[in-house]
Nanobody, 125 residues
Framework: QVQLVESGGGLVQAGGSLRLSCAAS????????MGWFRQAPGKEREYVAA????????YYTDSVKGRFTISRDNAKTTVYLQMNNLKPEDTAVYYC??????????????????WGQGTQVTVSS
């Protein structure tokens, strides 16, 4: 079992920045790929970014490339999502997710076994 707790969401003006954190517990973090997803009101949950368990490889959806950075600190069992130059269309509940052990990161929510409760990000224009 893995527990994930997100933090760092809030209200920010367009062009601003936020850093989301996701603290993991309950299983070896260092062999677990992690992902960030988001869900806006009335829309399906969508993939945002993912990171290999080693931290050496990262992946992004096109709409956030160059603006968002995913990273991890295996010693702190925490994954981060640095979000810069935020836009109103980034407004959503952001979720972190953990893949099963030694499974590569996926763009699909089906590739993840555990989910956090989510943190709200609101970007005003």
């Amino acid at each position: 079992q893995v527990q994930l707790v997100e933090s760092g969401g809030g209200l920010v003006q367009a062009g601003g920045s936020l850093r989301l954190s996701c603290a993991a517990s309950g299983r070896t973090f260092s062999n677990t790929a992690m992902g960030w997803f988001r869900q806006a009101p009335g829309k399906e949950r969508e993939y945002v970014a993912a990171i290999h368990w080693s931290g050496t490889t990262t992946y992004y959806t096109d709409s956030v490339k160059g603006r968002f950075t995913i990273s991890r600190d295996n010693a702190k069992t925490t994954v981060y999502l640095q979000m810069n130059n935020l836009k109103p269309e980034d407004t959503a509940v952001y979720y972190c997710a953990a893949a099963p052990p030694l499974i590569a990161p996926s763009r699909s929510s089906r590739g993840y076994a555990y989910w956090g409760q989510g943190t709200q990000v609101t970007v005003s224009s």
